[in-house]
């Protein structure tokens, strides 16, 4: 008899090995390693003369099908899509517990109903009732939307197989189950093995399938990275539990552009889109407060207007204490050195904390200038013209570099009644003029600092 062989995973990042191990070699994280039953491996395929039966095809002789989309009538989530949703995808929609991952997929569900098409909601982790409840929140339901609460994916493939629905979404791919592993539901052999089934639905049957996924306090989806691999489409929900706004992120789509974002804002009645992230973002800035500036970043293929604040102070201690929230910690340490070094300013021995007003996380290299400029502002405690907003990227010697879409930028800013934007010289140099809004352009931090604080 076969010795059933025993593996430890990860359940970090997914990574294999026949021992445990009280770090994980790979995402060194600590005590991830869990044992679990290795699947049977199925007879590899290895009869001669398989390939001749297998034919290549020359690119050009493909003809490429139109590609069919189905509207999810929620327009921040279509354009995060890439258009809608394609039919034998397979999309993954992460996010912490209780943002509201359950309710965005039952208004999707609720909007495809109206359209009659056939929908199946699997839910693993509440019952018909809790969903009923829920789903009265959010409004009237149509015919063609059946739920079903079950967690075996043997039941759910045969189901899936006699109904042939449109589209499916799974309630958490951390509650499903296969019986053939031996290892407990969320584990990673399970979760990946479960996502391999799902998968294989999605385009043997061509449904669209929507499958929810927990993420870990480090903000990765639960179970392995494999995962993300295997999808077709990652989006990612964060935001503030505390507060209304949540994020819709689009981290990985093989069916249009990342980096789109939605906004939406929870009600009582369920999310709601929000059409102008910006009006958004800047509500309830303060009046003539040093230490804050408007910059503006791209995302996706939109301007967003963010308030970037900073408070620097005299340091009490040898160490001067540094945080960053909602930008890259590492960024901002590097922008005060540059500021040290390029403009003079002893920023040493001070406690600087810089904050993206709003809980929104930018990366982008565009709001360096803007991190520099709040920093400047609240160091000589001045306020900046709250008409002003600002963007460009800061280098090391304390240059000011092209950013790209400036004028998509100034134009949103122009919209949202800004009169004066200070940007890289060399993106105003390609501008052309703007009525209403007055354009500077800077080629260092130092001409910026002369100019607006
Ligand atoms: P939920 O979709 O259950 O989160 P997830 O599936 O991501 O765990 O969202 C639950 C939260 O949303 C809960 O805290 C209550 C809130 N909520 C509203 O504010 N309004 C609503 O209409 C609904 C349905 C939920
Ligand atoms: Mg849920």
Not at 19 to 41: D, R, S, Y
Not at 340 to 346: D, M, N, V, Y
């Amino acid at each position: 008899m076969a010795k059933s062989k025993i593996v430890y995973y990860c359940q970090s990042c997914g990574a294999e090995s026949a021992k445990w191990m009280g770090q994980c070699p790979a995402c060194k994280e600590w005590n991830t390693f869990v044992e679990e039953a290795l699947p049977i491996k199925r007879a590899a395929n290895s009869v001669p003369g398989q390939a001749h039966r297998v034919k290549v095809t020359k690119i050009k002789e493909i003809e490429a099908a139109v590609e069919e989309r189905i509207t999810t009538k929620i327009a921040e989530l279509d354009r995060v899509l890439g258009g809608g949703v394609v039919p034998g995808s397979m999309i993954l929609v992460g996010g912490d517990p209780g943002i509201g991952k359950s309710t965005l997929l039952l208004q999707v569900c609720r909007n495809l109903a109206e359209d009659n098409r056939k929908i199946l909601y699997i839910s693993g982790e509440e019952s018909l009732q809790q969903i009923k409840i829920r789903a009265e929140r959010i409004g009237k339901f149509g015919d063609s939307l059946s739920l079903l609460c079950e967690t075996n994916l043997d039941i759910i493939d045969q189901i899936v197989r006699k109904d042939l629905p449109e589209i499916v979404v799974v309630d958490s791919i951390q509650t499903m189950y296969n019986e053939n592993i031996a290892s407990a539901p969320g584990s990673v052999s399970q979760v990946r093995e479960s996502t391999g089934s799902l998968m294989m639905m999605a385009k043997g049957l061509g449904i669209a399938i929507f499958v929810i996924g927990h993420v870990t306090k480090e903000g990765v989806v639960a179970g392995p990275r494999v995962l993300e691999h295997m999808v077709d489409t990652v989006l990612y929900f964060e935001g503030d539990r505390h507060a209304a706004y949540r994020i819709l992120r689009g981290v990985k789509n093989r069916f249009g552009s990342t980096n789109e974002i939605g906004v939406f804002e929870m009600y009582s009645g369920g999310l709601r889109e929000v059409d102008n992230p910006s009006e958004f973002m800047l509500g309830g800035r303060p009046e003539g407060a040093s230490g804050s500036v408007v910059a503006c970043s791209i995302e996706g293929s939109r301007p967003i207007l963010i308030e970037v604040q900073a408070l620097v102070c005299h340091s009490n201690f040898g160490m001067p204490r540094r945080t960053a929230a909602g930008t890259d910690f590492n960024r901002v340490n590097l922008l005060m050195a540059v500021l040290e070094k390029r403009a003079g300013l002893k920023m040493g021995n001070c406690d600087a904390y810089v904050n993206i007003a709003g809980g929104i996380k930018m990366n982008e290299p565009a709001i360096d200038l803007g991190i520099v400029l709040a920093l400047v502002s609240s160091y000589k405690n001045r306020a900046i013209d709250e008409h002003t907003i600002c963007f460009g990227e800061v280098g090391l010697s304390g240059e000011v570099r092209a950013v790209h879409m400036a004028e998509q930028r100034v134009l949103e800013a122009k919209k949202l009644g800004f009169t004066s934007c200070v940007l890289p010289e060399a993106s105003r140099a390609a501008l052309h003029e703007i009525n209403g809004i007055r354009l500077t352009g800077v080629r260092s931090i130092k001409d910026a600092i002369d100019i607006i604080v």
